[in-house]
């Protein structure tokens, strides 16, 4: 992974990348300026909250997220993988993260070097990488017809096609599936 986009991402900047699904734009999660820049330049909708990226269950706890035996078991067969967990985070310093609904998702993905990335960063918000309502952008060529010089580096790893994670909450003990996406899960 390139040391440049490390900096840049751990000093409030944000760029393109692979995740373990598509290209994503990406920016720390701890960083409100980041996550205001992201939304700037996908032309997110205000009121749509980001799939955070962490690296282990133990970045849970920066956002005041604790989770019981229970919880960690259902956990254990989704995690590392393409399934983001939403989980309530009712704090409001991380307003800026929930938008207002007072929940978060969470994915602990399984590519390597993905992880090798968060492990340096820290959480990442990584909403995939296109303008809102229009298509991901599979290769890095499109990435950069959609946000041109408003991002602040560009890493490519070839083509990336893929469904988008599985969005799942956990209700009572049993996994509820909100979308369906690149993983099957009972």
């Known amino acids: 992974m390139h040391k440049d986009a490390i900096t840049i991402l751990k000093r409030g900047g944000i760029g393109v990348l692979p995740t373990d699904t598509l290209y994503g734009v990406v920016g720390s999660a701890l960083s409100k300026k980041a996550v205001a820049r992201i939304y700037t330049v996908r ?3 205000q009121k749509k909250p ?3 990226l962490i690296h282990s ?11 019981d035996k ?3 078991k259902i956990l254990a067969p989704l995690w590392p993988g393409k399934v983001s967990v939403i989980m309530p985070c009712p704090y409001k310093k991380f307003a800026y993260l929930h938008r207002g609904i007072k929940t978060l998702a969470f994915r602990m993905p399984a590519d390597i070097r993905t992880r090798r990335l968060l ?6 918000v990584a ?18 017809r959609y946000f041109s010089e408003s991002v602040d580096f560009y890493i490519s790893a070839g083509k990336r096609v893929s469904a988008p994670s599985t969005l799942v909450v956990i209700e009572d003990g049993r996994i509820v599936i909100k979308r369906q ?5 009972k």
């Open 181 to 185: 996406g690149s993983t099957k899960v």
């Open 70 to 72: 229970e919880t960690k």
């Open 50 to 52: 980001c799939i955070i």
């Open 127 to 144: 909403p995939s990488a296109n303008t809102e309502g229009m298509p991901p952008a599979t290769t890095i060529a499109a990435a950069k």
């Open 43 to 45: 032309n997110r909708n």
């Open 119 to 124: 492990q340096k960063t820290g959480p990442l």
């Open 57 to 67: 269950i133990r970045d849970l706890a920066l956002f005041g997220i604790s989770l």
